[in-house]
């Protein structure tokens, strides 16, 4: 088919003209069944280059993709044109994903959609032996290499298919974020003979400041007195899923309309916030940088981090996401450069620390090994036997399978992991090397943040586009720059928030008559924790005062009026009288009767001695009960406990106080952990 | 290597083509220094001209490639999973399989998982009926201590009785095993299990020639014989009854000239161990030591040789050298407690009884037809 006859066919079908000659000639190489890297700019077209070729083969055309929003969207204006398109993922019900693995065989699909972690299912390699293939597509292809930001170990599999694909079947690699080494490890992985287009990586409609502050508060402010002035929507980034929540609540306090987004929150509110984003719903969505990717939204307006990015690659990556229709986009970078006592700079603190994290050490590593040497274990055998976190143990799965020192055997439907005969040494030197290369990408970042010359030219040459002329569109070139200034009214509004907001308990499940809790602070970003660390394990005497006002004020906003009948405190593991002492206090000033009758039915070890959920919820299974079940019958129950972490404490004393006859049980807590934090 | 791998099993599990067929081709790549990748993308023309392929087998290929990248999915979760697949070219495939079974019968293609260089080791296979008695199961034991000590690895298909004393025994004197798998390799999850410490300190390979997801049956099970024989440089037999998979298969390896131990049996026991020392087997005693001639002659000077004159299926062989029967008259004239339909399968599986058409079926022994037929052409 030479241009002319398929310039036709896409008239036809998609209703456009032409194609931009780098599209015309990825197509061309597909159509010869070339494999082929295309890296081009969010925004270019380069879905239609694979797209147009699917709708022209005799096959299927499998997409290998890890963005969820993406597929929806690309899918259903696949379907608008008449195309036959379904995709699978983990949004959908088993059975729909069966019902679309049905199609593919049959033959009525012409493409398909498909999370790279599938290639893990047994019922889509089973099927895969039925279908008839015309042509594979990897989508967001950096993410097969590990120089890439955001690798994807599922990805590595994807890699070996590719590499076992008979030679004359059609391969197409895109990415819009790709540095030198990136595009040649992408290269090397695909196939020897690769046909590599770049295109411009320049979005000279974006206008890039960066905000210099000197606390976190300084942000806060700055939003609350800038936000509205911000010209349509927008995402704001936060590096973490509380703070998420936390600049959510302030902007509901200054009553500017925003909702939060992180990969905690369930499958259905994340698709109501994408849709509600697509509609503009919100003046911002404030989210971890899991949103976003994949959202084919021409006009966001504005995109603002709150920290700093891991690295230039993924700063480009965040921002690229918004003016897609090419009109003015304003993109703005926070950095607290506050120095601690040590001299580091606040906002260096958190992507070093993601890095520092990123890696459990060697002795768990070896726990791993020397467990799965014992015998085969599956996923959760191998958390009990290691007692390791949950996503430690993920990465630590992942690292010893790349390494072939484990492999995930398949027997029937259980998975096992089985050491290796001739497994090597564990290979810490690839880590160092890695780690070394994010502490480089960092360094650049904080290069970009306290760059002095044109900020779009710097991002681009990070990324190995060669910039032929002097970009002019940020605060280092012609645009006035943003400086913080907090005025003192606003700084007033957010020590009033402060003393208002508290964070949810999210506990309430089926089967049991608990109801989401409170607590009156997060343990990480307060006195708090160093106030309930004292008194707990440091010998420092009573709860403080001032911890039993905020918990009495976290209860009236949280209950309000709501009547009482009895207060129940959790009994103690290792920290003696101290929530009893708290629980008496409490129940004098709310005058609720307190009842010393929920007891431990045998020794439970501290939570905090296990690292991941199934462990912590073993530990405290069975362990209380109710000692006179009249006083408990039909009760409104207020159940208090010092601190919230994994819940299981707590969710296993409602399901026990719900079965005693309880008619109602509200957890108040002092504070609530972030993701494990003690 | 790898890149080849779907190719590999497109082609060795290629239906209604001979494994001599498909090894030819491998050879002549081999020669022309041409790669099974080179070869599927060959036009029809040269599938013709260079390998002698005819219109079906063209046909045949034109399918599989079809499927290539179908495969290419199967092989990289087979990977993934940790098994290998070794094509008939790598270095890792079993050269004493390649040796033993040649270019006729020698598999494409075999999956693996464990130590793959056991293969490599000197082999002792021990076989036997899957209902052995104590005899045979001791003997069994012996062989495999002598066979482990000395380093050589024993072959086991994994059935019930001797194959499953050998492997058994094998890992009980610290020796290697290869497990010759009646079914896909990924199907073994039972034996994964149990073997897993095996498996992993590298004493137990586990192997497969089939399709990795196929289940067990008669058809493979019987398929895979051929397959414990080639992997072994040498054969003890503990017990062979005169049919099934453990005869055909001595007797077939008799008749490739290969070397094979049979226990001798001892007073009374019932099966064919002298038919097939009277075959060519070498007899050797229990604990595997080769018998000498003066040795033999002791043993069967206290043996009665001549099978037990109480044992049914003799007297029955001895009656029908007296004339033609049928079932019915069969176990009228000796007063038998069997079914006439017992009696009947059992005739027909015997080499040297013949049947006679007619209704009820007539059988016959050789010698007595041969004199029939001569009364019958006077």
Known sequence: MNRQQAEIKLKQIFGFDRFYDEQWETIDLLFQAKRVLLIEKTGFGKSLCFQFPATQFEGLTIIFSPLIALMRDQVKSLVKNGISAKFINSEQTQEENSQTIQDAIKGILKILYIAPERQENQEWIQATRQMNLSMIVIDEAHTISVWGHDFRPAFRRIVNLIQLLPKNMPVLATTATATKRVQIDVEKQISNDITTLRGRLIRDNFNLFVINVKSEDEKLIWLAENLNKIEGTGIIYTGTRVNTEIYSRWFDFLKISTTEYNAGLDGETRKDVENGLMANKWKAVISTNALGMGIDKPDIRFIIHTQIPASPIHYYQEIGRAGRDGKPTTIVLFYNSSKDDKGIEEDYKLPKSFIDGGRPSLNKYNRVINAVKGEQLGGRQIMKATNLKQTQIKVIKADLIEQGIIKEVIYGRSKKYEYQFDAPELNTKAFEELRELKLNELESMLEYVNLNSSRMQFLCEYLGDEIPEQIENCDNTNHQKFISNPQPETVNMLSDFRETYFPELRVESRGSNIVNGIAASYYGVSNIGAALRRSKYQNGGEFPDFLLKLTLKAFRKQYGQEPFDLIVYVPPTESGDLVKNFAEKISRVLRIPISHNLIKTGTTQPQKVFKNGYLKRDNVSGMFKFDSPNDINGKAVVLIDDIFDSGSTIKEIGKMLTNSGASKIAPLVITRTVGGDI | ?378
């Open chain 2, 1 to 378: 290597m790898n890149e080849e791998l779907s190719y590999w099993l497109a082609l060795a599990h290629l239906p209604k083509l001979r494994t001599k067929k498909k090894n030819e081709i491998i050879v002549r790549l081999f020669e022309e220094k041409k790669t099974i990748i080179d070869f599927f993308h060959f036009e029809p023309k040269q599938w013709k001209d260079n390998y002698q392929l005819n219109e079906n087998e063209i046909l045949l290929f034109q399918d599989a490639i079809k499927e290539l990248s179908n495969y290419a999915f199967m092989v990289e979760d087979l990977l993934e999973q940790g098994y290998s697949i070794l094509p008939i070219t790598s270095p890792d495939y079993s050269p004493i399989l390649k040796k033993n079974l040649g270019r006729t019968y020698a598999p494409p293609l075999i999956y693996t998982k464990g130590n793959k260089a056991i293969m490599k080791e000197k082999s002792v296979a021990i076989v036997g009926s899957r209902k052995a008695d104590k005899v045979s199961l001791d003997f069994t034991d012996n062989v495999a201590k002598t066979v482990s000590k000395d380093y050589k690895v024993i072959v086991s298909g994994f059935a019930k009785g001797v194959d499953k004393q050998a492997l058994d025994s094998a890992l009980k004197y610290k020796g290697q095993s290869i497990i010759v798998l009646p079914q896909g390799i990924s199907t073994f999850n039972s034996g994964f299990k149990k073997y897993y410490k095996q498996i992993i300190e590298g004493n137990v390979l586990v192997l497969s020639i089939f399709f990795p997801k196929a289940t067990w049956s008669v058809g493979l099970a019987m398929a895979r014989n051929p397959i414990i024989y080639g992997l072994a440089a040498e054969i003890y037999v503990a017990e062979s009854s005169n049919k099934g998979g453990t005869w055909s298969g001595v007797v077939d390896g008799l008749r490739k000239g290969r070397k094979i131990f049979v226990r001798k049996p001892v007073f009374n026991e019932k099966n064919a161990n002298n038919q097939l020392i009277q075959k060519g087997a070498i007899p050797v005693d229990s604990s595997g030591e080769i018998l000498s001639n003066e040795q033999q002659t002791i043993i069967n000077q206290n043996v009665v040789s001549e099978p037990d004159s109480n044992d049914v299926e003799h007297k029955i062989i001895e009656l029908l050298k007296k004339g033609v029967f049928t079932s019915k008259k069969i176990i009228d004239t000796l007063k038998l407690d069997w079914s006439t339909r017992k009696v009947s399968s059992f005739l027909k599986e015997q080499d040297e009884i013949i049947t006679v058409k007619g209704n009820p079926l007539k059988f016959a022994h050789k010698e007595k037809t041969i004199q029939s037929q001569k009364t019958l052409f006077d």
